[in-house]
T-cell receptor
């Protein structure tokens, strides 16, 4: 079954605001990854956080991981219109290699 | 360094025909994964291969679908006797090692008429 569930399903914000997306999962994991997908396009890898890490930064992105709550969050600061896309979390379960994707959050940044 | 390549980008087939989707992983990557995405949904894992071996095909339908990753050449996802429900975007990803970050190709959009 699908591992991740994202919340919210859709998010609309003004340019310059911060966007926070949450992801919950069900089983123990080796790592959790966030991806971005523009409409009708392929996926772009954003960031990977391992199960023994709690927080990671990459440019305007900040990812947290709470393994006790089986949840992660992606924060995009100072959003831009170009950030408009769908964002997916995906987990690699312990002992597995493939990704289990969540249902995604559709982010719209209004100029 | 070219990324993951997939071809064709778009494929149209009539019911009952065969579809062949190709994926060339990133240079130096020997792990290939195939995922399927239905409209407005997340990606679902189908199969995981290393050179000449299928490691995990738990997400692939038992009938009509097959995958290979030969010693030379791209990985192939083959769908025989396609049906309308096979219409989807099929993405290939590769990694240098298992459990590492996966890099995705642009996908093949299959339309079954």
């Amino acid at each position: 079954s699908q591992q991740g569930e994202e919340d919210p399903q859709a998010l609309s914000i003004q340019e310059g605001e911060n966007a926070t997306m949450n992801c919950s999962y069900k089983t123990s994991i080796n790592n959790l990854q966030w991806y971005r997908q523009n409409s009708g396009r392929g996926l772009v890898h954003l960031i990977l956080i391992r199960s023994n890490e709690r927080e990671k930064h990459s440019g305007r992105l900040r990812v947290t991981l709470d393994t006790s709550k089986k949840s992660s969050s992606l924060l995009i600061t100072a959003s831009r219109a170009a950030d408009t896309a769908s964002y997916f979390c995906a987990t690699v379960q312990t002992g597995a290699n493939n990704l289990f994707f969540g249902t995604g959050t559709r982010l719209t940044v209004i100029p | 360094n070219a990324g993951v390549m997939q071809n064709p980008r778009h494929l149209v087939r009539r019911r009952g025909q065969e579809a062949r989707l190709r994926c060339s992983p990133m240079k130096g990557h020997s792990h290939v994964y195939w995922y399927r995405q239905l409209p407005e949904e997340g990606l679902k894992f189908m199969v995981y291969l290393q050179k000449e071996n299928i490691i995990d095909e738990s997400g692939m339908p038992k009938e009509r679908f097959s995958a290979e990753f030969p010693k030379e050449g791209p990985s192939i996802l083959r769908i025989q006797q396609v049906v309308r429900g096979d219409s989807a975007a099929y993405f290939c990803a590769s990694s240098g090692r298992g459990q590492d970050e996966q890099f995705f190709g642009p996908g093949t959009r299959l339309t079954v008429l």
